[in-house]
């Protein structure tokens, strides 16, 4: 029982454009949820958080917006530039699990010039 | 800091044969986590650690997988005997308690069983 989904498993987006990347969750006990990004060949890395008493988040380009009663998040890049090819995993992780973080299946996003 | 650092980073083995993955977290992390990633489920938790006990492996699929954490610096994930199916990249990652930037993970193992 996959309890984060990512249900695109690809997205292509032309350069300057925004992308949206779109995650739902089903356990409504999630509090915080995390946005990795992976390149071909290495780990992923750590790109942006919220926490659920926020329904917005901003780093530069990247934007996480949180809709709790929908149990969906969803990652805005603007402007979505080649370098941003990669996959995007969504993670979601409650008090009672530590440290420990549920992902979704990831989604491939594909910026093109 | 190296980061966590993981070996082998490719690994082809035969069906039957036993295979052993290598992790070092990064030094004070008091986490350490096993995850594998396949096309059709993603990342997928296997075990992790907290101060080297393992706290939940519930993710692991069967009795031929073992990990082990004997020191702060050192986990393995032993796969014994080994199956085409096992073939996926196995990544470790560490993190310190309480942390809200998530985990650092290592670059993978790309594991092959023909």
């Known amino acids: 029982d996959q309890q984060v989904k990512q249900n695109s498993p690809s997205l292509s987006v032309q350069e300057g454009r925004i992308s949206i990347l779109n995650c739902d969750y089903t356990n409504s006990m999630f509090d915080y949820f995390l946005w990795y990004k992976k390149y071909p060949a290495e780990g992923p890395t750590f790109l942006i958080s919220?926490?659920?008493?926020?329904d917005k988040n901003e780093d530069g380009r990247f934007t996480v917006f949180l809709n709790k009663s929908a149990k969906h998040l969803s990652l805005h890049i603007v402007p979505s530039q080649p370098g941003d090819s990669a996959v995007y995993f969504c993670a979601a992780t409650r008090p009672e699990y530590g440290n420990k973080l549920v992902f979704g299946a990831g989604t491939i996003l594909r910026v093109k010039s | 800091d190296a980061g966590v650092i993981q070996s082998p980073r490719h690994e082809v083995t035969e069906m039957g044969q036993e295979v052993t993955l290598r992790c070092k977290p990064i030094s004070g992390h008091d986490y350490l986590f096993w995850y594998r990633q396949t096309m059709m489920r993603g990342l997928e938790l296997l075990i992790y650690f907290n101060n080297n006990v393992p706290i939940d492996d519930s993710g692991m699929p069967e009795d031929r997988f073992s990990a082990k954490m004997p020191n702060a610096s050192f986990s393995t994930l032993k796969i014994q005997p080994s199956e085409p199916r096992d073939s996926a990249v196995y990544f470790c990652?560490?993190?310190?308690?309480?942390?809200?930037?998530?985990?650092?993970f290592g670059s993978g193992t790309r594991l092959t069983v023909v």
């Open positions: 990652a560490s993190s310190p308690a309480g942390s809200n930037y998530g985990y650092t």
């Open positions: 919220i926490s659920s008493i926020k």
